[in-house]
Each structure stands twice: as C-alpha cells, then as structure tokens.
Nanobody, 120 residues
Framework: QVQLVESGGGLVQTGGSLRLSCAFS??????????MAWYRQAPENQRELVAG???????NYADAVKGRFTISRDNSKNTLYLQMNSLKPEDAAVYYC????????????WGQGTQVTVVS
C-alpha cells in the first residue's frame, strides 16, 4: 500500500519561500518504481502539474514556476520536496504529492494536499 503525506504549506508573503515535503511509504519494490510529482489546484481551476520527475529521472516544470521552484527527492528519507522561491499570489493553491507506480501493478496515488497561501 502506498501512502503519501504532505507538509510544509502555510501563509507567506509575496516574494517569500516555502519548502513542501511529501513523506512516502510503500514496499521497497514499489518505492523503486515510484515516479513522483507535485500538482496544485486553485479554487475553480483544474489540477495542474507543477513539477515532476520522468521515469528516466529527469525533471520537468510548468512554465509558470520555472526558475523559481525546484523538485527533489531524498530516497534515504523517503521524502519528496518542492522548494518554492519568489512566491507570487498566483501560486496560492492546494499542493498535492502524486506518484505513479508499476509494481506490483500500475497505479496512481495522491496525498491529502497542503494549502499554500501567498499574500501581498
């Protein structure tokens, strides 16, 4: 069973920084297959990809966050991170950790989300 637990959201001023964390747990074999990403959803908007890893380990970012956000993963701590700098009001949303697995079967899992609020 895969579990994802986000933390690190909060209220920050425009231009500030936050680091989101996603602690993940699963069997060792499943963790090996996990391809992870961060999504966000603002009120009345669709959920959108913010940053993610590809199956080959490269990263990709939404144009709106390139140069400001950095995704990283610490396998020794079973944790995914999203470092967010130079935050803007339009970054305010609920941020979700996401993973796709291929063992023991293909599947997709979501965390419960963490709220990020940016005030000017």
């Amino acid at each position: 069973q895969v579990q994802l637990v986000e933390s690190g959201g909060g209220l920050v001023q425009t231009g500030g920084s936050l680091r989101l964390s996603c602690a993940f747990s699963a069997s060792r074999s499943t963790i090996y297959t996990m391809v992870m990403a961060w999504y966000r959803q603002a009120p009345e908007n669709q959920r959108e990809l913010v940053a993610g890893f590809t199956s080959s380990g490269t990263t990709n970012y939404a144009d709106a966050v390139k140069g400001r956000f950095t995704i990283s993963r610490d396998n020794s701590k079973n944790t995914l991170y999203l470092q967010m700098n130079s935050l803007k009001p339009e970054d305010a949303a609920v941020y979700y950790c996401n993973t796709k697995i291929t063992w023991p079967r293909r599947g997709e899992y979501w965390g419960q989300g963490t709220q990020v609020t940016v005030v000017s």
